[in-house]
């Protein structure tokens, strides 16, 4: 009788939590383990090392980029970087490829005084927003950093270490789509590590 309501139990939690999970709408897209989810352009290196998805530098020195197989319209993003060298890096947003030719908006993720939290567009109008440069005394270099992206229609919005940096509507990046994807950039000698990647589609 005991093993029969222990069972129940058990069962009647899991279905709960279930909905829980599946109400809160939160996904990760990176497992932890490898790169499955995820496509790399270039030749630059994305690996897996304990637990941790790292980007680094490859011979060649240029853009790299690992970007989602799926494509996401409006979400909210979350993730924790690492800037462990020269951290030039960033998360974009509604782009598409060919090669390493990226179209699309990309949120900086850039060493101190380089305007992380800020919007670029990339092969087109360049910087369309930056943070108030105050704002950046809030990264914390060669640390874990928290960063939250949401992009709801025209709007996007840009927190780093629970501070928002910018708040910006542009009717172009209303009608844009594509996938999420990490940067690395050219140059070499850059080395940028991330965790706890997670997406909820709004």
Do not use: C
Request: proline content about 2%.
């Amino acid at each position: 009788m005991m093993n029969t309501l222990a069972k129940k139990s058990g069962l009647f939690l899991a279905m709960a939590m279930g909905l829980f999970l599946t109400s809160y709408g939160q996904k990760a897209l990176f497992n932890g383990e490898d790169l499955t989810g995820w496509t790399i352009y270039g030749t630059e290196k994305w690996y897996v090392e304990d637990g941790i998805l790292v980007s680094e530098s490859g011979p060649d020195a240029e853009y790299g980029y690992l970007g989602t197989k799926e494509n996401y319209d409006d979400f909210e993003l979350t993730a924790q970087f690492k800037q462990d060298q020269d951290g030039n890096s960033g998360i974009f947003f509604r782009s598409t490829f060919e090669g390493t030719k990226v179209s699309g908006w990309q949120v900086e993720v850039a060493p101190p005084g380089n305007d992380t939290g800020g919007i670029y567009e990339s092969y087109g109008r360049g910087w369309l927003v930056k943070p108030d440069p105050e704002l950046d005394k809030h990264l914390k270099f060669g640390e874990w950093n928290d960063i939250k992206i949401r992009v709801k229609g025209d709007r996007v919005r840009t927190w780093l270490n629970g501070k928002k940096m910018v708040d910006y509507t542009d009717e172009k990046i209303g009608q844009g789509e594509g996938q999420i994807a990490l940067q690395i950039h050219s140059g070499g000698g850059l080395k940028i590590s991330w965790k706890d990647i997670e997406v909820k589609e709004l």
